[in-house]
């Protein structure tokens, strides 16, 4: 599998769902501007297959009507069928930053592996903005799109609603989570949402807060029947709220009280949207992050002496992330230098000092001073004159 | 990276392709089409209307004419009304009329019900292309993790404190700072953020400033480091000082004082160590007159050369001063990118095979994944014997031969303490075996 085919799938599935949405609007416009057309010309054709002959005047003012609404139709048809062409040209453009995972075949050497680094930099920054909207902070994602010029890869338009559907829900108003809920009627039942029941039950709660018990009731009346079927437990715990002061000390229904119920309501929204996009629910960020640390991570990350500077795992704040991930593994050794970096193999043969240190036979030169001394860059140990063996690693 | 990458793209390219191409089509028939129809009924409407308007002013007038008013009739699809002068006052159609917008009317339903279907039936294209993508790519990932890392508070603020670091390496010091305002970052981790970041911000600032072909910062801060650069046999400061030279030089005859002196300022230190590449330097006069573009010294200021010197003044600026070239943040992200199409295919595998839980009681990664050199900081010794990984339980063993096993293979094939190595003739006793550290 490749890193396109295992990493890419909400980049362009995001899109796909949203010209998904544009589609099924602009049928829904498209029939209803087609309907009010058959309307007005159904009413010109009663007109017409009267006993007498219709009025004149009259057949002039209906068949007015049907031009009308022709115009509006053919205004309406067009501007819902550029929507849908709009969303297949950010789904074009995001298909062309992928393909450019593999540079031209002319380009050789540097030309490819800068272009090869070009793209990387611009998938990490696309990666990164996604978390960062995940994480909610959407400010350091507009300001990071802005700079790097990312934005048209990115699926941050789904974000920006979800930002402000948090922000009234962080207000504690459901005012436009609500109409989220309604825009996307058909696919949230799809995927067995409760997100609106929880919803209305938050709004119940606020009305008992306010002791407008009366009006708590009606508004149970109103919205909770639906969900008899699912939620009938959840209902009647909510309902028995009617039943105690607001300041209860009953476990459960302190829970409800709980002003930090809110909190959940955004947390619950973002997965909400997630799984109506089928985005998954960690960000692609978070995972290669993950098995990114694992495939870095070595024992000697967690050594005192053996820490390498350009290793990410051995820095402080990364090797704590890491502490609970896996290690690599591996079958074949692979042996390098401490001292130069360099791979030891048959041009740097692996040398022993006579502590059991290994280094490369270029390090050996770099430590051994004029006199014959050897000091070890590990243990500091000072050696007059050591055995230096070699060791033959398969 | 193979062809497999590109031809997922493609197929879901090819299936977007050919919705667009039908919604441009339906958009050109909408305008057409429903435009045209559009069109006739207001221009009947317009006919109708002078058709009453010509009786009134007929009868008002009553001068009763040939009755016929042809003139306004003829529009398009020849259609010709005849319109009746009878003096009574509700104007009523004639069945001719009557004929024409009924044909009309008829024609308008079934363009606008066209329309409807023509769009309904895009449905199918449209659910393809999601059908492909869902076929191509994929949509899981998170199989892949055994334990989630980046679950408590903690660890995440750790992971914004690697983005923060990230960006202000690149001088985008705006993003850092909004991302610690926003994520409520610690004045302790914020202030980390800048401290350990500062450095390298410098020095990419130069070496951006390289690639722009502007060298006097580079030149400064090479000078500052001098002795320790020269320590280091590091070829950077020469490097720099003859592209400065060079550069001088390009600029024709008029700066070959400019150029003379700057040699004899510059050079004296590396007299030694470069002696012949200077001499080759100072042979460039020769060429002076005729354009250094037409000489053997043309590629000294090529593309490739300026590239070059930032890479080399990027890796030895960092190497001197013990921080990392490369952000962390984004050789981890690279590397898990690598990674996780193997994870999710040795996953694929395994539960084809109906193996339980790839991570099952083992804390390393299923399989090795295959990094690039440079991304490979530490050394592993794998035992070629149990193909295991040594640790400090079973840590490498070099025996006598000088070949390395690790200490549970080296248990194995000992028979009491006689031990065979498993890689040459050599009889040797498992106890002079030493522990070795890579």
Known sequence: ?394 | MDNNEVWACASVEKDLDRVVTKLEQLHENASAEIGDIASLMSELVKVLGKAEQTVTTLNSSTQVGSGSVDDPMDIEHGMHMQVETEPAAPQRLTDRQMEIIREAILKCNERVQKLSTEHRDLHGSISKIGKVIDRNFTADFTSTMRVDALLDDENLMLLNKAIAKHYCRQGMDEVARTLIKECKMTEEHAQDVFDSEREFADIYGIWVKIQKRELDDALRWTMRFSQQLLDRHSLIEFRLHRMRFMQLVSYGLESQHEAIVYARTHFKKFAVRYEHEIANLMASFIYLPGGLENSPYKHFLAQEMWTELSFIFLKDACQLLGISKNSALSVVVNAGCTALPALLNIKQVMQSRQVLGMWNGCDELPIEIDLQPEFRFHSIFACPILRQQTSEDNPPKKLTCGHVISNDALHKLSNGHVLKCPYCPVEQNAEEAVRIYF
């Open chain 1, 1 to 394: 599998m490749s890193e396109i085919k295992a990493l890419e799938h909400a980049t362009l599935k995001v899109p796909y769902e949203i010209l998904n949405k544009r589609f099924r609007s602009a049928q829904k416009i498209i029939d209803r501007e087609v309907d009010q057309v058959m309307n007005v010309s159904r009413q010109v054709e009663k007109a017409l297959n009267g006993d007498e002959a219709p009025i004149m005047s009259d057949v002039t003012k209906l068949m007015g009507n049907v031009a009308q609404k022709l115009q509006v139709l053919k205004r309406k048809a067009e501007e819902s069928i550029n929507d849908e062409l709009s969303v297949t040209q950010i789904c074009k453009r995001k298909i062309e930053h992928l393909k450019g995972i593999m540079p031209p075949n002319n380009s050789t050497g540097d030309l490819w592996q800068g272009s090869v680094d070009q793209w990387k930099r611009i998938r990490l920054d696309r990666l990164v903005i996604e978390h960062l909207l995940r994480m909610g902070y959407y400010e350091t994602a507009e300001e990071l799109a802005g700079r790097s010029d990312v934005r048209h890869l990115t699926n941050m338009d789904i974000f920006q609603t979800s930002r402000e559907v948090e922000v009234d829900l962080a207000n504690h108003s459901t005012t436009k989570c609500v109409l989220w809920c309604i825009d996307n009627k058909s696919k949230l039942r799809k995927i067995n949402s409760t997100i609106e029941f929880s919803l209305r039950v938050q709004e119940f709660i606020e009305l008992v807060r306010q002791n407008q018990r009366f009006e708590a009731v009606k508004h149970s009346r109103r919205y909770f029947p639906a969900y008899e079927k699912t939620q009938l437990n959840e209902i009647c715990h909510v309902m028995s709220l009617l039943a105690y002061p607001v300041d209860t000390e009953m476990e459960h229904c302190k829970k409800y009280m709980d002003p930090r119920r809110w909190d959940r309501l955004v947390l619950d929204f973002r997965q909400e949207n997630y799984r109506l996009f089928q985005l998954s629910s960690t960000s692609v960020f978070s995972a290669a992050v993950q098995a990114g640390l694992s495939a870095l991570k070595t024992p000697h990350c967690y050594t005192q002496t053996c820490r390498n500077l350009n290793c990410p795992v051995c820095q402080e704040d990364l090797n704590r992330i890491a502490l609970k991930l896996p290690y690599s593994h591996c079958v074949q050794s692979r042996l390098i230098c401490r001292v130069t970096g360099l791979p030891l193999n048959e041009n740097n043969h692996p040398m022993m000092l006579p502590n059991g240190q290994i280094f490369g036979q270029m390090a050996i030169q770099d430590i051994t001073k004029d006199d014959g001394t050897v000091t070890c860059p590990v243990t500091n140990t000072k050696f007059t004159k050591p055995k230096i063996e070699k060791v033959f690693v398969m």
